[in-house]
Nanobody, 123 residues
Framework: QVQLVESGGGLVQAGGSLRLSCAAS????????MGWFRQAPGKEREFVAA????????MYADSVKGRFTISRDNAKNTVYLQMNSLKPEDTAVYYC????????????????WGQGTQVTVSS
């Protein structure tokens, strides 16, 4: 089992950057697939990015390709989401999640979730 805690959210102007972090408990962090999802008010939770155990396999939603970068540091039990060129439509609560086996864009396939961190992008 793993517990996840996100941080790094905040208020930023359009065009700005933020880096989200997700710290995981447990000694088996390196075995988990890690994903980032987001949920805006009144909308369903949507996939943002996912990374396999060694960063050799990465997935991005089309809406964030070229702007967001997911990475992980297994020695620190942490996964990151670097967000550049932020847009007002990126405003949402961002969640990290963990699962086994292979990266997936389906929220239902993730077993563990953090509490989320708010990202607000002003125009």
């Amino acid at each position: 089992q793993v517990q996840l805690v996100e941080s790094g959210g905040g208020l930023v102007q359009a065009g700005g950057s933020l880096r989200l972090s997700c710290a995981a408990s447990g000694r088996t962090f390196s075995t988990y697939i890690m994903g980032w999802f987001r949920q805006a008010p009144g909308k369903e939770r949507e996939f943002v990015a996912a990374i396999n155990w060694n960063g050799g396999r990465i997935m991005y939603a089309d809406s964030v390709k070229g702007r967001f970068t997911i990475s992980r540091d297994n020695a620190k039990n942490t996964v990151y989401l670097q967000m550049n060129s932020l847009k007002p439509e990126d405003t949402a609560v961002y969640y990290c999640a963990a699962r086994n086996f292979v990266p997936s864009s389906a929220a239902s396939e993730y077993d563990y979730w953090g509490q989320g961190t708010q990202v607000t992008v002003s125009s």
